[in-house]
């Protein structure tokens, strides 16, 4: 079983700043990618950022420049931080993991349950 527990949601104003972090924790064999997703009220999900655990990053073309993506791989942990926010980056903000549970088998995707975030004066 495995587990991925986001922290670091909140309430901030326009041109401030929160760092998201996700712990993945279980049987874990080896992780693929982890990234961030979000969903706004009315709106499907999308991607903010991932990062591959070779290093690789990509991001959403409306959060470059100012949302920075890494990750601790002795911790099996991801970090969102998040710079110069705007109100429509408003939303619930997903873990997301893709990793090997067992040695033997695929492959496979892990939601967290999510962290709001809202930027508003």
């Known amino acids: 079983q495995v587990q991925l527990v986001e922290s670091g949601g909140g309430f901030v104003q326009p041109g401030g700043s929160l760092r998201l972090s996700c712990a993945a924790s279980?049987?874990?064999?080896?992780?693929?990618?982890m990234g961030w997703y979000r969903q706004a009220p009315g709106k499907e999900r999308e991607l903010v950022a991932r990062i591959t655990w070779g290093g690789s990053r990509n991001y959403a073309d409306s959060v470059k420049g100012r949302f920075i993506i890494s990750r601790d791989n002795a911790k099996n942990t991801v970090y969102l931080q998040m710079n110069s926010l705007k109100p429509e980056d408003t939303a619930v903000y997903y873990c997301?993991?893709?990793?090997?549970?067992?040695?033997?088998?695929?492959?496979?995707?892990?939601w967290g349950q999510g962290t709001q975030v809202t930027v508003s004066s």
């Open positions: 997301n993991a893709h990793l090997a549970p067992f040695r033997v088998g695929p492959s496979e995707n892990y």
């Open positions: 279980g049987s874990i064999f080896s992780i693929d990618a």
